[in-house]
Every structure is written in C-alpha cells, then in structure tokens.
C-alpha cells in the first residue's frame, strides 16, 4: 500500500513503505521494515520535495506524485545524501526537468560523488537560511554527523512542522501516517537511536540545543511514524543522550561446552539478587538490534566467552566490535569464560573496546569447568559490580 497522504493543507507524505526488508546497510536487521519517507508542500508560488526514496522504491514515489497530479516540482530539498533518501534523486530529476537540489555544500559533494548528479542542478544553501514557496517558508538547519557529516534539517515555518529525515527516525513499517501505537514505535524509535544515532550522542546533544526554540508542532523524519506530539520523542531523545545509566548490566555470551554458561548462569543470579536488572543475550542466537538497544541504558557490560584458538570466540569479538563502534555511555566493563589450556582473550578484548570510556572491573577467567573457587570469584565479581553502581549513584 503506498498512497500519498495529506498531513496538513497542501502538504503530502508521498513516500514508499518497505514491509518485507529485513537488512539494512548489510548489517542491521529491520524486523519491523521501514519506510523511506518523502514529502511534498505546496506553496503558492513554488513546490517543493523533501528527501527521496530509496531507488528500489522510486516508481512508487513517482506514481504517488501522479496521483496528486504534480506536473512541476521547483525544488527537492536534500537533507542526507545517504542512498535510502537520495537514490531516487536522478530519477526524479529527469522526470522534473526543471527541479533543482537544495541542499547544503557538503552535501552537494557528496551527490555529485555518489549520485553524479551535474553540478548546475543545485542550489547551495547556508545554515538558517531560507526559501519562501510563497505563503510558505522552508528553513534549513545544519545538523552535521546525525549521521553522517552533511546532514541537516528543514523547517516549514508556517505549519511547524520539523522534517527531520534520519534524526528521530525509526525503522517501522505501518500503514499509520502518524504514532499509534507509543510503545511498539518507543521500542523501534530506540532501535534506531541504539544502532544509527548512539555514537553520535554529544553531537546530537548540540544539535537538539539548535532547535530548541523551535515551535515545533510535527516532526516529519524520513523512516517510520510521524509524531504529532513531538515531546514523545523528544523526551526519549533527551533520555537516550543523558550521561544517566541505568543498574542494568548486559552479558553478552557464547559458551562452547558449557563451563561459560554455567558461570553466567551463576552471575546472572548473584546480581539479580543484589536488585540488579541482568539481560543475558545469548549470541548465537541474539537479535544483534536488541543487544544494541540494551547498550543505550546498561552502566555494565560482562563479556563471556571460551577461548578459541588463544582468543575470544568469534561472535563475541563481532559483538565486543559492535559494542565498541556504538559507543555506548556504559560505566563499567568486565570479562568472564572459560579456558582449555591458555589463551589472550582478556587482552584481546581489552584492547577491542578503546572507544568505549570504562573502568574494567577485575576479570574471572577460569581453566575448564568452574568448580568452587571460581563461584567464590564470580561472587565478588557481582560485589564488585554492585559496590561500583552504588558508588556513582546509579541505584
Ligand atoms: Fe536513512 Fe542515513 O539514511
């Protein structure tokens, strides 16, 4: 179903929704689909597209744009060159022949190199500049690495609506324009934010500071619902990008022949007895999303693993690199597991989370099968980890 639809007066949603994609980037699993946003307002002197589609999806776009019997479209406002918003670019430009690419200079880079687009197509703008369609006016915000360095977002002033593209976005699927359902959107908004926004957290801080005082009455973002109460994500950024971690710890693990399980099991338990929410994650057969979404929150992270081969198992390194790529505001860090007859797994791992700003909490790694001493120490591992969350506040 793809069907453009009125968001306010002469204001059109005319993307594309994605129900059967499962991967994005190659890498991120989309449980939900997505949807690849795009917006059309109609000014009374000018016309103007905000953001593509995906290019898998630009006959849906241009049928959508058919529909509303759009022969002249004078700008296509481009705040992400990524290929998800600006695929459909090329297309649609040799379609409205006289359309022209507004977006900032980065940006304009960015579509010549990817997209080959000709220069003479663009119209360059500055920060906090603006373009009247008449009895309506687009101002364009930068808001550099959300995610990546060029992107920036678009201000319609008469009608408050805040079209955000990836920022906010969440990777959902649903025939509903506007949030329906909070909590099934808070959950993918949170994906999102877990496996896109995170390593961006302090820029995103100083970006949400730019819109601030912004009269914000809709955020339009160019993946999943539109809010039309924007505190409900706004609030949630602001949780999200806090330095504030909860008194969670996450054990992301993999166990062989079942001496790493039967440490995290007993782990598992001595935290959870000392009032200490524990999310186990399995990595053989984990969602890679939601261990993402547990690291927004957790203040600690215990990596279990055997020793393969002198060093981690191989899904716990591709966990431990994914971890350390997010940049999570986690506290605290330590490593348990379990080994035949030696191995670097400890420094292996140390040394794969050097993004990551954390006090590593003494580790228990153990030879074979975990007999009483080795409980005794994973016992104070789980002291230890409570004493730390008590010392800075996070019960
Ligand atoms: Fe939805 Fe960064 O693209």
Excluded at 92 to 113: E, F, G, P
Excluded at 290 to 298: K, N, P, Q, Y
Aim: proline share 5%; net charge negative; with cysteine.
């Amino acid at each position: 179903m793809n069907i453009p639809r009125q968001i306010k007066s002469n204001i059109y949603s005319v993307g594309a929704i994605d129900w059967d994609r499962r991967l994005f980037d190659e890498l991120i699993p989309l449980p939900d689909g997505t949807s690849y946003n795009s917006y059309l307002i109609k000014g009374t002197e000018k016309t103007a597209l905000i953001d593509t589609v995906d290019p898998t999806k630009q006959h849906e776009l241009i049928e959508n744009l058919k529909e509303l019997r759009i022969d002249k479209i004078d700008y296509i406002v481009t705040n992400h060159a990524e290929q998800d918003h600006s695929g459909a670019l090329p297309k649609i430009l040799s379609i409205y022949k006289n359309a022209r690419v507004v977006t900032n200079k980065k940006c304009k880079d960015m579509l010549i190199n990817l997209l080959l687009i000709p220069e003479n197509k663009f119209i360059t703008v500055n920060d906090r500049e603006t373009i009247s369609l008449g009895d309506k006016t687009l101002e364009f915000i930068y808001a550099p690495w959300v995610h990546w360095p060029e992107t920036m977002l678009t201000y319609l002033k008469e009608d408050k609506i805040l079209f955000s593209c990836d920022l906010f976005g969440s990777h959902f699927a649903t025939s509903d324009l506007f949030v329906t359902d909070e909590a099934k959107l808070y959950e993918a908004a949170k994906r999102y934010y877990a496996e896109i926004m995170m390593p961006f957290r302090k820029t995103i801080k100083k970006n949400l500071e730019k819109i601030k005082d912004l009269d914000i009455e809709i955020i339009a973002t160019s993946h999943g619902s539109i809010y039309d109460k924007p505190e409900f994500i706004l609030d949630a950024y602001e949780d999200w990008i806090s330095d504030e971690v909860k008194n969670e710890v996450i054990i992301p693990y993999v166990s062989m022949h079942g001496s790493t399980k039967k440490m995290v099991v007993f782990l598992v338990n001595a935290l959870v007895e000392k009032g200490i929410t524990v999310k186990p994650f399995n990595l053989t057969v984990t969602d890679i999303g939601e261990l993402a979404i547990s690291l927004v929150d957790a203040a600690t992270i215990v990596i279990a693993s055997p020793t393969v081969l002198v060093g981690p198992h191989p899904s716990v390194i591709y966990a431990t690199y994914l971890a350390n790529a997010l940049r999570p505001k986690t506290k605290f860090v330590s490593i348990i597991g379990s080994y035949g007859w030696g191995g670097k797994m400890v420094k292996q791992l140390s040394d794969m989370i050097s993004n990551l700003k954390v006090e590593i909490i003494e580790p228990v790694v153990i030879k074979g099968f975990p007999k009483e001493d080795d409980f005794r120490a994973l016992g104070r591992l789980a002291d230890e980890i409570l004493k730390k969350h008590k010392e800075n506040n996070i019960i």
